[in-house]
């Protein structure tokens, strides 16, 4: 464990010192017992001879009671860490943190704040991956709109949520083997299967043994030991209908295909109602962060579920906006900060944010055409000046049209929460 290692335990919050203290207390009561035992034995007793060099009688007394009590704390410290590889180590999957290490993480993050995501897609995902590190109170509600690819297969042929967006955040939180991420996140490529991810197949597998859409999730995220909730927005099976360029455009994967101006989204049906879970997640929130994500396609269906915009502002917890850091083809061409701020308000009829993250790292310029978001603090404060922004550096230096998620989720705990 190293010298180091063993620092760590003496850190506040791990609630352990009390039991290691009561630990050294106890074996001491019983080395006292012990002493009081063979002080008859040596007065009384008649032993062979070789006790006397065996105990070290030849020594001063100081000097044997140092040298007995150091090879004691050597053996006892010894033995704890040889109990603790042979015991816990079945039990602590991957990685190569002591003990210590993971027992302080898991105490710190229990003591997190109840944190709840709204958005979808790759963005969510992100944020997921790197809240988990700083709290364990997370709850994710994830857009059921989803109707390309793997997902909208299995959503037309099976006649369920689709499962895409469901199958990245159960990997972004989960706690399991990296093999177990990756076999989740495999696509087949060939055969009848073409194109389908594991995950998603396990998804609706776990739907139809169990017979609840949301009981699967439960199930699901207990395999993967998951930290924290997967909640759907709306149980109900919507559309995502956009008005582009004067024309209605049916499906949230056709909706960027039109690479026209984006007037309006909608819900179809509109009768849908919001998840009791969710809303239920929403009223215990202390922090509820919206974004990063697809603005139209990821975004606002979850805004859009009837009653969802009334159970966000009747929260009383801190709302977040987190603004993309690079703009959307098909979807938020030229788009700046104040124009995400401002879609949101046209089709909520609310400003619903305290604090907007923004990306203040322009020297890493995105890929593949798309542009970088501008923020214009002038602007946008004389636009929307109930909202405070957080500027601050959450761009992935490896991939620059996406968040880094330590960095993000850093900006949200420690520039928003504890500030």
């Known amino acids: 464990m190293g010298s180091k290692g063993w620092v760590r335990w003496l850190r506040p919050g791990l609630e352990v010192k009390r039991w290691i203290l009561l630990l050294a207390f106890s074996i001491l009561v019983i080395d006292l017992g012990v002493a009081y035992f063979l002080r008859d034995v040596y007065r009384f007793a008649r032993l062979p001879g070789q006790f006397y060099y065996v105990t070290l009688q030849f020594l001063p007394y100081w000097l044997r009671g140092s040298m007995f009590t150091a090879i004691g704390i050597g053996l006892l410290a010894f033995s704890a860490v040889r109990l603790q590889r042979s015991v816990l180590g079945p039990f602590l999957p991957g990685g190569q943190r002591s003990l210590a290490e993971r027992l302080y993480a898991f105490r710190t993050r229990s003591r997190g704040p109840r944190v709840v995501a709204v958005g979808g897609g790759t963005g969510m995902s992100t944020l997921l991956r790197g809240l988990k590190e700083y709290t364990a109170n997370l709850a994710a509600i994830v857009t059921v709109a989803d109707d390309g690819g793997s997902s909208g297969r299995l959503r037309q042929e099976y006649r369920i949520l689709p499962p ?126 919206i974004g990063p994500g697809s603005l139209y396609t990821s975004i606002l269906p979850n805004l859009l579920v009837p009653g969802m915009v009334r159970a966000i502002k009747e929260s009383p917890a801190l709302k977040v906006f987190v603004c993309n850091v690079a703009s959307q083809h098909g979807e938020t061409d ?51 000046p109930s909202i405070r922004f957080v500027a601050v550096d959450v761009v992935n230096s490896r991939i620059p049209s996406h968040h880094d998620p330590e960095k993000l989720a850093r900006a949200v705990i420690k520039r928003v929460w504890e500030a």
Do not use: W
């Open 164 to 289: 895409g967006d469901f199958r990245q955040c159960l990997v972004a939180l989960a706690d399991a083997e990296p093999l177990v991420k990756q076999l989740f996140n495999h696509r087949f490529e060939n055969g009848s299967l073409n194109g389908h991810s594991f995950g998603n197949l396990f998804i609706m597998a776990m739907a139809e043994v169990t017979g609840n859409f949301e009981l699967a999730l439960r199930e699901s995220a207990r395999v993967l030991a998951v930290r924290g909730e997967i909640i759907p927005s709306t149980l109900h099976d919507v559309t995502l209908v956009a008005s582009v360029n004067g024309h209605m455009v049916e499906g949230e994967s056709r909706i960027p295909q039109q690479n026209g101006p984006i007037s309006r989204v909608f819900l179809k049906p509109d009768d849908a109602t919001l998840n009791p879970e969710a809303a239920m997640a929403l009223m215990n929130a202390e922090v509820i962060v």
């Open 334 to 384: 030229g788009y700046d900060v104040a124009d995400y701020l401002r879609v949101l308000r046209e089709h909520t009829g609310e400003d619903l944010f305290d604090f907007a993250v923004v990306n203040s790292n322009l020297s890493h310029l995105p890929t593949g055409g798309q542009s970088q978001v501008v923020f214009d603090y002038e602007k946008v404060q004389r636009e929307f």
